[in-house]
């Protein structure tokens, strides 16, 4: 099974910037990852499309991220970064990393992360 580790959320004022990352890993089973990325929760409300990136370096965005976030993959491939600039008070929420993946019979898993706050103050 592939396990997910995301840093670099925290404390930011607005008009800030931070960087998220998210490493998929495993000591178990051969995997390709077809997409990435980042989901984002504040209680009581449902979880939402921050950004994806898929194996082909396609970038998906949220609607109200677009244009100050932007979403990467690192040269290993199983690795991401999230670059949130211009942060607001509303991006207040904990993200969290997910990851599809096959497995080497080509089964399709998705696979989710802790989750890292990120607090955007006034």
């Known amino acids: 099974q592939v396990q997910l580790m995301e840093s670099g959320g925290g404390l930011v004022q607005t008009g800030g910037s931070l960087r998220l990352t998210c490493a998929a890993s495993?000591?178990?089973?051969?995997?390709?990852?077809?997409?990435m990325g980042w989901y984002r929760q504040n209680p009581g409300k449902q979880r939402e499309l921050v950004a994806t990136?898929?194996?082909?370096?396609?970038?998906n965005y949220g609607d109200s991220v677009r244009g100050r976030f932007i979403i990467s993959r690192e040269s290993d491939e199983n690795t991401v970064a999230l670059q949130m600039n211009s942060l607001k008070p509303e991006d207040t929420a904990v993200y969290y990393c997910?990851?599809?993946?096959?497995?080497?019979?080509?089964?399709?898993?998705?696979?989710w992360g802790q989750g890292t706050q990120v607090t955007v103050s006034l």
């Open positions: 990136i898929n194996s082909g370096g396609m970038p």
């Open positions: 495993t000591t178990t089973t051969i995997f390709t990852i077809t997409r």
């Open positions: 997910n990851a599809v993946y096959r497995d080497y019979n080509s089964i399709s898993y998705d696979t």
